[in-house]
Structures are given as structure tokens and as C-alpha cells.
């Protein structure tokens, strides 16, 4: 039985997404920073008919959709409550639950990227959070700059309003944070983390000036991003498709734990 998610589900939500706090990072994020009562954000969950457990979840968020299950689950359903809203854009995920829903679904294009974890700091963390540049903790005043970086970085390129709404959002509601190095007043690295809960964050945009490239810049924002995290009891995560990038993580001490799907609709 698939049903729709209400704050008298929290208890036995969280003890389902605990079972894999890493690849839930985001449904636990939105649910303990926004509950169930938005209309940006809806949960549904399917309970098992011969004990009333719940097996698996599905949310949306704006036109996003993410599905979790630890076994079995009825992908068709999920599928079918996708197609009935009229906000779909994407649906995202484990790669082996994302397979499942997308035999129901009319697929235009997908991405698969590594999905990684810290779960121990390296000495190569401790050595390049000691960076002898200042690292600094961004606030809503510096959104500007930080995105006048992050608009010349191909792979982030987007709508400006839109990353700097984003930005400035995640700052003001504290579901994230931005660390970044400046030299002669214009920022030249920078790492963010979005979906922060109690237990983990993502770490996102990642970025280096071109003409700071090659000098471990934005491997040292990371390290001070983990270390701060992991101070906190909070285990970073990330998602990764250059080859090249990974083996930085690795050398951060990130693991790989699986692959994270992307289909859009």
C-alpha cells in the first residue's frame, strides 16, 4: 500500500532512512529542515501488507523525484505518482532503485556518477586544511563573489539569477554552507555542501579560478569543509564522473559506496 507521508510517519521514515543515512543524505536534509507541510515538498511511503512496515519512500522536491527502498518495492506505483504530477522534471537515486522505477517511465536522457564518502579523516585532509591560505566561511554578502567564480566554470553553467537564488537561499536557511579562498578581493576557490542534516551533507560546486588551477586550492576548501563536518559527528559525501577528480577524493579518503542515477524526463 503506497500512501502519502505525514509528520505521524517521521518515527518509523527516519528509522527506514537510518538504514542507509549516505544514500538518504537528501530525503533526511529536506525532512528535518522543512517536515512534511510544504508545497515545494511531498513524501509518499509503501507499507508492507503483512506487517504495516514501511518498505520504501518516495519524495519530491519542486519537479524532483527520489526514490528509496532496502528491498522489493512497487516501482510501478512510484512511477505511476511521478507521471500524475504535473511537476516532473527528474527522478534521481541508487543507481539499483532509479533501474526499477524507470521500466514505468518515458526516459529523454540519464547520467550515472560515483557516490562517495568520508568516513575517516586522512592525513592528506589534515595536511591540506592546514593550508597556509585563509579559508574564509561565506555569508549572504558574499553571494555576488562567489558566483562571479562559480559563472565561469563550464560545467556550472546555469541561469546567474537562478545560482545566486540558490545560493543565497541555502545560506539564509542554513541547509548548507560555503567556504572560500580570496586574493586581492575576488575569490579564486571554493566548495559548498547543500542537503545538511544531523548525520551528513553533500559536498557541491567545487571550483577553482582557470588561472589558479594546479595549486591544490580547492582541495584545501574541501579538506576544511571535512574537517569542520566531521567535527560535527557529520559525514561528508559527494558525487563524482572525472576520473581525475576522483582520484583527489580518494586521496581525501573519500570510498566509493555506489552509483547515484540521474533520469530526465
Not at 526514490?67 to 505511476?80: E, K, L, Q, R, S
Not at 547520467?111 to 579523516?121: G, I, P, S, T, V
Not at 588561472?211 to 559525501?237: H, I, N, Y
Amino acid at each position: 500500500m503506497i500512501r502519502k507521508l505525514g509528520e505521524a510517519d517521521r518515527e518509523p521514515l527516519m528509522s527506514l532512512l537510518s538504514n542507509d543515512p549516505a544514500i538518504n543524505l537528501f530525503i533526511i536534509g529536506d525532512v528535518e529542515n522543512f517536515g512534511f507541510e510544504q508545497d515545494f515538498m511531498e513524501l509518499w511511503g509503501e507499507f508492507r501488507e503483512n506487517d504495516g512496515r514501511l518498505n520504501a519512500v518516495l519524495l519530491r522536491f519542486f519537479g524532483s523525484f527520489l526514490p528509496y527502498a532496502d528491498g522489493p518495492f512497487d516501482a510501478a506505483g512510484f512511477a505511476a505518482l511521478m507521471k500524475r504530477s504535473q511537476k516532473f522534471e527528474m527522478v534521481s537515486g541508487s543507481a539499483k532503485v532509479v533501474r526499477a522505477v524507470a521500466e514505468h517511465l518515458s526516459i529523454r536522457t540519464e547520467k550515472q556518477m560515483r557516490f562517495a564518502e568520508l568516513r575517516k579523516l586522512s592525513s592528506t585532509v589534515h595536511t591540506a586544511a592546514a593550508s597556509a591560505h585563509v579559508i574564509q566561511k561565506a555569508t549572504v554578502s558574499d553571494v555576488e563573489a562567489i558566483c562571479s567564480l562559480t559563472d565561469q566554470i563550464e560545467e556550472f553553467i546555469s541561469n546567474p539569477d537562478d545560482s545566486r537564488k540558490s545560493l543565497r537561499k541555502t545560506l539564509e536557511t542554513g541547509t548548507g554552507r560555503t567556504y572560500y579562498i580570496e586574493q586581492n578581493g575576488q575569490v579564486i576557490a571554493t566548495a559548498s555542501t547543500s542537503a545538511e542534516s544531523s548525520m551528513s551533507a553533500m559536498i557541491v560546486a567545487v571550483a577553482t579560478h582557470p588561472a589558479f588551477r594546479g595549486q591544490g586550492l580547492a582541495s584545501q576548501v574541501v579538506a576544511r569543509l571535512c574537517t569542520d563536518m566531521k567535527t560535527e559527528g557529520k559525514t561528508p559525501c559527494l558525487f563524482y564522473d572525472n576520473p581525475q577528480a576522483g582520484l583527489i577524493y580518494h586521496k581525501l579518503g573519500f570510498q566509493d559506496i555506489g552509483f547515484w542515477t540521474m533520469l530526465y524526463i
